[in-house]
């Protein structure tokens, strides 16, 4: 992009400002600056003006969960059914890591951190033993995909590879990087986080499947014929992946997508749960539930949302294709954002003072046709961290792996 062109662009976005050092900056920064702002969609910064319309829901209505009992009753059948599948190739499995974990607030990525009191054990080492008892019990193995982003793309890969994959095997580990969009103030205007580089930030976990298709990933899903991938965040540090039982659930009721989800703590916890919106499958976050909803109870006399999501969903590949084309919502989420003053120094704010935009993958649950909320028992499967201490932190995850027989 030339440098008028350039100018166009941001007038058309009222973005003129980024180029504000441009003359500062030599010629292969000033290249750099350009791709950026060709690359960067500008059209959704004006949306954070409205944002509280984007967040409109349709009509909600109860979805009911498999639960326990019923797992409990066809443990068999599903067990074998999902094993079956994972040593046919069927199954693979994708790692979201691509977010900036800055509620831990560690300079690594988060599956970087080390949650051993008295031996090194890191968070990407516990998914990987998590995986690989699977492929004990199945007696194959199966691809995972790891998503990045630009931010912590090096240090992962060298850190896994440094670590050799904590025994999982080479051949059978993909990483992508996912894609990245422009970080704003509260006016939506871009930020600059180096003379010639506009702030970025990951675009949230809902980009997957569109990055894995940019990385050419998808001919090599259809190659080996992979027809179902579980997908999980890096952070729960207990849960279960390509987990037979509940891939084999998800063939036997013939749905798009499988959640695995968790019975509440309480009706106000704050967790997105399963629900149908217009007749659809959808998750209704927490502080879109109403005093009402918390308390409505389903035909058996039991809370009608009640059932938490993990970020454990197992998606039909198939489906995936149908709606890669779809757009996702946006989500514009307050963050603190490193910028250049007007002095050109670089802040790093302690609160936020703008605006990232993301697209999330709980959103596609509403683009499946048909969806399975599979219950676990929390203590077993949910044990996420994010943040160093209280509610859902290093604290909590460490008394859960214990409990759980893992040696820290
Ligand atoms: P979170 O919503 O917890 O975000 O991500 P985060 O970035 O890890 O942490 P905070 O909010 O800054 O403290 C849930 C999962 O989605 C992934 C994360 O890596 C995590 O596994 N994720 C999030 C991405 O892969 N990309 C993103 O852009 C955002």
């Known amino acids: 992009m030339t440098l008028s062109q350039a100018k166009q662009k941001l007038e058309k976005y009222g973005q003129e400002h980024v180029l504000k050092y441009f003359d500062e900056l030599n010629e292969q920064e000033k290249e750099a600056l350009l791709t950026q702002i060709e690359t960067t969609d500008m059209s959704i910064l004006e949306s954070c003006k409205h944002r509280e319309e984007l967040a409109q829901k ?21 067990t074998a059914t999902g094993l079956e599948a994972i040593k046919a190739g069927k199954v693979g499995a994708v790692l979201l890591a691509g977010g900036m974990g800055t509620r831990l607030g560690s300079d690594n990525p988060k599956g970087m951190y080390n949650v051993g009191l008295t031996r ?6 516990c998914l990987v033993n998590n995986m690989l008892d699977v492929v004990r019990q199945a007696g194959a193995w199966f691809h995972l995909f790891i998503m990045t982003s630009d931010k912590n793309h090096e240090s992962t890969v060298h850190f896994l590879e440094e670590h050799n994959f904590f025994g ?15 970080a704003t103030d509260y006016d939506g205007k871009i930020y600059l986080e180096e003379k010639g580089k506009l702030s970025t930030s990951p675009n949230g976990n809902g980009g997957w499947f569109i990055s894995m298709k940019n990385a050419g990933l998808l001919e090599l899903v259809q190659k080996e014929g992979i027809e179902w991938l579980n997908v999980f965040a890096v952070d729960n540090v207990l849960q279960r992946i390509a987990d037979p039982c509940f891939v084999g659930a998800t063939i036997q009721k013939n749905c798009a997508v499988g959640a695995k989800v968790v019975r509440k703590n309480a009706p106000d916890e704050k967790v997105g749960v399963m629900c149908l919106e217009d007749g659809r499958p959808s998750i209704v976050e927490y502080y879109e539930l109403t005093e009402e909803m918390m308390n409505a109870k ?4 039991d809370p009608a949302y009640y059932f938490g999501v993990i970020l454990n ?3 039909r590949v198939q489906d995936l294709f149908e709606i890669l084309e779809n757009n996702l919502p946006l989500h514009i989420v307050e963050k603190k954002i490193p910028y250049l003053n007007q002095d050109g120094e670089l ?10 935009f993301e697209n999330l993958v709980l959103d596609m649950i509403h683009q499946m046709k048909s969806c399975l ?5 929390r203590e077993k499967e ?10 859902d932190s290093v604290e909590s995850a460490r008394e859960l792996l214990k409990k759980n027989g893992v040696t820290l």
Do not use: S
């Not at 090194?120 to 080492?125: A, D, N, R």
């Not at 389903?298 to 006399?301: H, I, K, M, S, T």
């Open 298 to 301: 389903d035909a058996n006399g």
């Open 168 to 182: 999982y095997k080479a051949e059978y580990v993909h990483f992508f990087i996912q894609e990245m969009a422009a």
């Open 58 to 78: 349709g009509v909600i209505t109860p979805l009911a969960a498999m639960q326990l009992t019923e797992i409990e009753e066809n443990r068999e059948l599903f």
């Open 313 to 315: 969903y197992l998606f």
């Open 120 to 125: 090194e054990l890191y968070i990407f080492e």
């Open 347 to 356: 802040v790093k704010p302690e609160t936020p003072n703008g605006f990232k």
């Open 373 to 377: 909320p599979f219950e676990v028992v």
């Open 382 to 391: 949910f044990a996420p961290i994010k943040n160093k201490t209280g509610v």
